[in-house]
């Protein structure tokens, strides 16, 4: 209700369980993230996924498509778009929600 789907985590799982295509994301157990360079245990990021309770979803890198980076100038970021619609039938006065009766 109201603004859940704001949560990234939320959107992913209802999309997953509704057959609606989203980006894939790591559902394994805990993982550390080591700097190249550092010692003695500096540089480590230990991460717990959010399919794991955590906070993260980790996903791995995508690009955009060359069609839409022939649009774009050189190094833009990802081009993203989250778009959800809705049926006026669902709505309170148009025949749906809330036990209406379908008059406009």
């Given at each position: 209700t109201?603004?859940?789907l704001e949560d990234k985590w939320a959107f992913l799982e209802q999309a997953q369980a509704?057959?609606?295509p989203v980006t894939p994301w790591f559902d394994?157990?805990?993982f550390i993230v080591k700097h190249r360079?550092?010692?003695?245990?500096?540089?480590?990021?230990?991460?717990?996924p959010a399919s794991q309770g955590g906070d993260w979803i980790i996903q791995r890198c995508?690009?955009?498509?060359?069609?839409?980076?022939?649009?774009?100038p050189?190094?833009?970021?990802l081009s993203t778009l989250r778009l959800?619609?809705?049926?006026?039938?669902s709505l309170?006065?148009?025949g749906g929600g809330g036990g209406a009766s379908g008059e406009e």
């Amino acid at each position: 209700t109201g603004y859940a789907l704001e949560d990234k985590w939320a959107f992913l799982e209802q999309a997953q369980a509704h057959d609606i295509p989203v980006t894939p994301w790591f559902d394994g157990s805990d993982f550390i993230v080591k700097h190249r360079n550092e010692e003695g245990g500096l540089g480590i990021h230990r991460y717990k996924p959010a399919s794991q309770g955590g906070d993260w979803i980790i996903q791995r890198c995508i690009e955009n498509s060359a069609e839409v980076n022939a649009l774009l100038p050189p190094s833009a970021p990802l081009s993203t778009l989250r778009l959800v619609t809705l049926s006026r039938l669902s709505l309170p006065g148009f025949g749906g929600g809330g036990g209406a009766s379908g008059e406009e």
